[in-house]
């Protein structure tokens, strides 16, 4: 038999709840978690339901009352203000105090005979005042006195409906019966930077100003200010690491290698050492931290590459040959995609019967960089490696150091996607790369951000990689790369290039294949920076746009739209409040102007049919007043393919003056 | 750290699992349960789900292989063959053998060297060798010996990539990284009758021949012919106790009672005796017994009511004081719901510190009538009964008398109907009696067929009951009874009709409200079963049509389809192996007629563009000859407001027939 028997509150269908509470929701310091629940009891009596919550490592539960909404459900929020993680649960009771003052009002305003129910009223105040200390017993003692007097009927009917006592007896409620939920649930706060960021990916070995000359983080020094001036704040490195010499691949990834081909950084570890160790040529330990340091004061954050797997020469493989698949003929097993050989890249081997070292020797590897002033890594491939292995990895670190960034370079089918983004990894690259009409964007933004998918999976969008130089950008122009920037930027509080090749427009790939020709990867690259027709100043105003439209610091407030072409995309992020209001419309076409009507969203602005708008387009900055909902765009793409409106609401006393135009 | 960090299969999305599990799913003897999971691990390599189930009492798991469906998604499924509880879960591993299988498939196609590839494979099925016995382990080491004979490659590759070798280590996977999903989910098996039943509710008193006087069980016994005939298999009674004396209200629920009033039969219990007695002027248990015997002999069932709630002179009010909720004034609260007041029913406090005494001995009351025969509960306001109760007591029953049905008379909030389902409840009422459109009918059945729900709430479809004369049956007219039985009797497997007043078409309400004047629940009636219009023989051929479409048997195989005419509500149901295809079409307005084109899913059942079809209205015996999608009806509500066809594909020879017709 059960011993609570009594308990008469059911809680069920709590949002969010991450499979079945299995992994944490994420949150940046400072937003909101809006818990909802169905709270209900048998019968007609009232139901009261608080939502409880709890840093980590305070002793006690917060108490927050939840608020009826309609159907059964019930709703509260809490704002999360500090790194780490928080928990919540939801407490239900049969409230018979608010039950007796709802039923008690029906009966008087019917002209029932109350006497008796007025009472009962007295045992629960009563009741009430014992549970209750000091000036409140007190208090809710004289309450119950007065009802009790039957000289003045008056009088008990007043004080028996009145809010005070109604928020005095609330203040101590009978929760012998109380219903608690049968999980406690966790959000993983994360730092600012986890929802908002401008990411710049460049290969420091191309950095140096001179042709043919091998970049060193020196040369990344320089560079700083520009890319803080463009506006980005995380500056992020492919593996800074010694790269293999046995296997080496050359130019566009050939198997034949020339004696100067500088090979991928991702087949990293060579006698010069491993993932801890520096590739000599970039510079020293030393210079790397001064670049993080330099980086700092300009606003800007180094991002790691974190790649774990290893060329043939890495001391790993050496050391620890069982942390590597052999075959039967003693070779030690290549990375392969049959018929496809990846020679110069031994993948690790999670099934290793010494995994537990294996994992400890992963884990110091970023331990060794966070030492070394590092708190982002963006995780090359993570789909590859034992998902049980990031659970933990990432627990351990953020345990210590809960403001380090995991971003999850998992391109790859959406389950695993998203599981490696409920493991624990802060940030998720996307399809947003491959994703190009206005049904696709809806679908896939409105997955991204509408459903529980919000709730884990932060996405960060890539209009180019090293590795993807998309067909649209291939054939679409510069037109193409400004639409894609805006739709990355504006789309998504997250995302980054990967440049100079982004913002110099380069655009000639391998035949047939959405690769760069000539890949940077396998190659030493000297940009022209200056090129004529560079996106440099195009990027900074989006950038700047971005920071100064906390509205864009969001991805799951974006809605779309309607509008009546289908080569516009249609869209907007307001803050809660509204005081910041952005509208952006996007030509998708790289091609050829189009022009439509928007259907602007007034209602939802809190804007009147009559009232007139102003909207200011802060990518070209012409303004323009707009009235009602349809409002009328064309976009050029040889001169703008977007616009970022800032929707302001007028004065009252321009709105006067609206009228007589 | 983990124990388990090698097990890289990850296991989740699993369907059915009702509330994170918390709940089993319902399914009846004979039916499938369909399990539905993501599962996968990293990298490319080969994955293997098997789904594992037993029943409750079963010693061991039997396992079933899963298939890949798409999207990481796999399906199993098994039939429920006994009543009682079954269990499943699912486990999934990396298959070696399947991933060496497809890569070295890939390199031979690629005219690779896979010499050592090959040696690989023999290490696996080597292993394979040593986890299998007797025969089978020599035959896996003689395939390893062939495919390990440097000497005869042709033979080596033929072997390596033949369905017997894969067969066979299939037969001895190497579990030992194996992932067992982390929940066993449970299914409850109910006997063929909680999936499909047609109820006929009538009270016993007012089943004399005389009028005026009193009926009793041998009454009951005289129309049992009837009620099969017409084709229903669960005849259920109103409360047969005996009827409070005191606060007795009378006719048409008035205060004021004269003498020979006889009250509601939902007022339980007097000096006669409570919930395990029974009213004298019915007769005594032996007629009672000797009723539910008859029944049986013409294929019908007895359903007793289960009201838990007390007269004030029930025996318990006495015997048991502290299971009522007690006024300061020493009296009993009787039921309200401000302003209104029930005096003659005292509500069970089921916050009465003696809860648990109290649940066993409503629980007895359950045993004492299942002793004399009874397996069918229609339980009368179970919102108004605490939720834990519920689930232990027909946990409880259930375990011990596993065929037993509970239908849930809750017309209350969703979320409440759905959590007593849940709970327990075999079937449940539903909001069909409120539902008119097109749309509210789409919208409401697509919620119970095709969603979650569908796996823990069984609908029963009613019409009209003693407390509910909804509207369209009070201005309808005879057309609106006989279109609301079609639609029970067909969009739900499970349905009923309070009778006499359903079948003679009573339609008059107390003013303004959706009840029936002269209410049977507080005064005896006189029935002419052979009043003029009466629907007996309509209802005797729905039921017929019921009985012999086993298309008919199910509810979730509903599909609504297309017809352009809003009045008209066109749907469709099939069994799996389309043996049996039901097609009906009901005209939802009773006053006038009204025409349009079907659109028959001709292809969901396999029929081509050319081929014509026969259908064969089974209410009318009307037959056509249709061919293509679009199929023209006209329903006229005075003759048929309704057609339910039996789609027949036509053989062979017949269609090249048509091709000339």
Known sequence: MLNNGRNRVIIENVKPEIDAGRFPSKRAVGEKVVVLADVFADGHDAVFA????????????????????????????????????????????????????????????????????LLSGVELVEAAANRAKGEDANALSEFAETIKNEKDFAAAVEVALS???????????????????????????????ARFSAWYERFPRSCSPKPGKHGTFKDCEAILPEIARMGF?????????PIGKINRKGKNNSPATKPDDVGSPWAIGSDEGGHKAIHPQLGTLEDFQRLVKKAQDHGVEIAM???????????????????????????????????????????????????E??????????????GHGVRIFRVDNPHTKAFPFWKWMIGEIKRDYPETIFLSEAFTRPKVMYRLAKLGFTQSYTYFTWRNTKKEFTDYLTELTQTEVSEFFRPNFWPNTPDILPEHLQFGGR??????????????????????AFELCVSEAL?????????????????????EGNLRDFIARVNKIRKENPALHATQNLKFYEVDNDHLLFYGKATEDLSNIILVVVNLEPFRAHSGWLKVPIGEFGIDFKQAYLVHDLLSDDKYFWQGELNYVELNPQILPAQIFRLRKRLKREMDFDYFM
């Open 50 to 117: 608080q939502l409880l919550y709890k840093k980590q490592t305070d002793g006690g539960w917060k108490e927050i009352p939840m608020k009826f909404l309609e159907n059964d459900r019930w709703q509260g929020e809490f704002t999360v203000k500090e790194l780490g993680i928080y928990f919540y649960t939801i407490e239900g009771w049969v409230d018979h105090f608010l039950t007796w003052r709802k039923d008690i009002k029906k009966k008087f305003d019917a002209d029932q005979n109350i006497k008796v129910d």
């Open 163 to 193: 809010r005070g006592l109604l928020a005095l007896v609330e203040k101590y409620p009978d929760k012998r019966f109380a219903t608690r939920y049968d999980k406690e649930l966790a959000v993983v706060v994360d730092r600012e930077k």
């Open 233 to 241: 704040d995380v500056f992020y490195l492919p593996p800074i690491h």
């Open 305 to 355: 590459d974190l790649a774990y797997q290893c060329a043939p020469d890495h001391p790993y493989v050496k050391e620890h040959p069982e942390w590597f698949k052999k075959r039967p003929d003693g070779t030690i097993q290549y990375a392969e995609n049959p018929p496809k050989k990846y020679q110069d890249i031994f993948p690790i081997n999670f099934e290793s019967e010494d995994w």
């Open 357 to 370: 070292a294996l994992w400890q020797e992963l884990k110091s590897v970023v331990e060794f960089w966070i």
């Open 479 to 500: 037109p193409a790369f400004m639409l894609r920037l805006v739709l990355a930027a504006t789309l998504s509080s997250n995302y980054g290039i990967y440049g100079p």
């Open 511 to 531: 035949p047939g294949k959405e690769e760069y020709l000539n890949s940077e990867k396998f190659e030493l690259k000297n940009w022209d920076w200056n090129q």
